[in-house]
């Protein structure tokens, strides 16, 4: 096979048009301002300047009685200070959380052993780490700033841990069914669940994440809560009834609760009635402690 014939370069410019060289080919055209290139060498200085300091800092002597300085030219320094220690702290509690639910999700034999653990630290006070936290510092670091500097980024990183109580609530549904329409859906646009979840006593700080999952069979929601995937599903009483036998025959642990039917009425909604079930554990005796309120969904239907 014959190669092709490469063309001699003559220069630059040929017939007043630029020639394309593999120089000018590696040459990137520039479309942002210089200025910004001038701002970006100055950030990485500074923050190359800022490193140098904090590790001088953190390496000299321990000061046993900090002086603050009230004058405006220090504020700079003791910010710096402050946002390197929130953003390891930030940092350590970003790992301990993926760490920790991650263990948690996929080692069911600890589970329960690590949610009890976290809940009950979580009841703790910060203040009450704050002996313990620093003398354990201060033993491994007797005579460098560091140790002190460590025990502040633990105790930000166990209040940003503590900050808020993420409670999950998975919910599936069935939209595409008509008798299932007034349910799940019509609480998700109306965010009903937003309105009266509650937000008071031991829920004052909670943070509601609230997934919702909409699959057009009951099989298929079946299936989900089988893989510990939903709390809370809604479908007709023959799948509801199905997946009830599967889960007891499966040995999988999986139980469910009754919780309520839509039953067609004035005062309710559907074509029959449907089971509402959930997968969370409430006490056996008597009525299970949902908190909220019941909403009567009138709807119209073919049926």
């Known amino acids: 096979m014959r190669r092709p014939a490469i063309p001699k370069v003559t220069g630059l410019r040929t017939l007043g048009r630029p020639r394309l ?12 301002p210089f200025f910004i290139d001038i701002g970006v060498a100055a950030a990485l200085l500074a923050s190359f300047w800022a490193i140098l300091w904090i590790a001088k800092f953190w390496f000299s002597s321990a000061i046993p ?7 405006p030219s220090h504020l700079p320094l003791y910010a710096l200070y402050s946002l390197v220690r929130i953003f390891l702290a930030y940092a350590l509690s970003l790992i301990f959380a993926i760490a920790y639910g991650y263990t948690a999700a996929y ?12 809940d009950i630290l979580q009841s703790i006070p910060v203040l009450s780490f704050l002996p313990g936290v620093m003398l354990a510092m201060m033993s491994l670091f007797p005579s460098r700033q560091i140790g002190i500097e460590f025990g502040a980024i633990l105790l930000i990183a166990a209040a940003q841990i503590q900050a808020s109580e993420k409670i999950r609530v998975s919910i599936g549904t069935q939209d595409t069914t008509i008798n299932c329409a007034a349910g799940g859906p019509v609480v998700r646009e109306l965010h ?7 937000h008071d006593g031991k829920y004052k700080d909670a943070e509601y994440d609230i997934q919702w ?6 099989a298929q929601l079946n299936t989900e809560v089988l893989a510990d995937r939903l709390d809370i599903v809604q479908m007709a009483d023959f799948p509801a009834i199905v997946g009830h036998s599967s889960f007891l025959a499966s040995k999988s642990g999986v139980k469910t609760l009754y919780i309520a ?7 309710g909604a559907g074509l029959s009635d449907l089971p509402i079930s959930t997968t969370r554990k409430y ?3 008597g009525e299970p402690e949902l908190p909220g309120r019941n909403e009567p969904l009138p709807t119209w239907c073919s049926g």
């Open 283 to 285: 006490p056996t005796d």
């Open 213 to 218: 999952l909409n699959l057009p069979t009951g």
């Open 65 to 71: 009685e900090v002086e603050i300085h009230r004058s």
């Open 21 to 32: 060289t593999l120089a000018g080919a590696l040459v990137v055209e520039r479309t942002w």
């Open 192 to 198: 009903l669940l937003e309105k009266y979840l509650p």
């Open 107 to 118: 080692n069911k034999r600890i589970e329960t052993l690590l949610i009890a653990m976290l």
């Open 261 to 267: 039917s839509l039953s067609v009425g004035v005062h």
